[in-house]
């Protein structure tokens, strides 16, 4: 079974910085993009960062470009995202994300997996 385990949440200073990692198993993870989401309170779930499988391009929005990292390493099917200057608005619970098709998902336009998601909240 296809399964994504975040860690590294916790309480950090505005100004701090904090690493979370995502444990994949269940399919070939050197094979599909994995994304970072945040969902804070009241507000819809946003994209935080994306990076590709074969390239390792990365994608980020606007409001933590410069300060989030996120990296992949293909032979412990892990991906980080690394946060730096961290700010009270970047408070939210962060997910682990893929999309998978065939032969995880039979559509071939896939389908997203999630993580259980790992609180951040930055605070004084």
């Known amino acids: 079974q296809v399964q994504l385990v975040e860690s590294g949440g916790g309480l950090v200073q505005p100004g701090g910085s904090l690493r979370l990692s995502c444990a994949a198993s269940g399919f070939t993870f050197s094979s599909y993009a994995m994304r970072w989401y945040r969902q804070a309170p009241g507000k819809e779930r946003e994209l935080v960062a994306a990076i590709t499988s074969a390239s390792g391009s990365t994608n980020y929005a606007d409001s933590v470009k410069g300060r989030f990292t996120i990296s992949r390493d293909n032979a412990k099917n892990m991906v980080i995202l690394q946060m730096s200057s961290l700010k009270p608005e970047d408070t939210a619970v962060y997910y682990c994300?893929?999309?998978?098709?065939?032969?995880?998902?039979?559509?071939?336009?896939?389908?997203?997996?999630w993580g259980q998601g790992t609180q951040v909240t930055v605070s004084s």
């Open positions: 994300n893929t999309r998978l098709g065939p032969p995880y998902y039979s559509a071939a336009w896939g389908k997203d997996y």
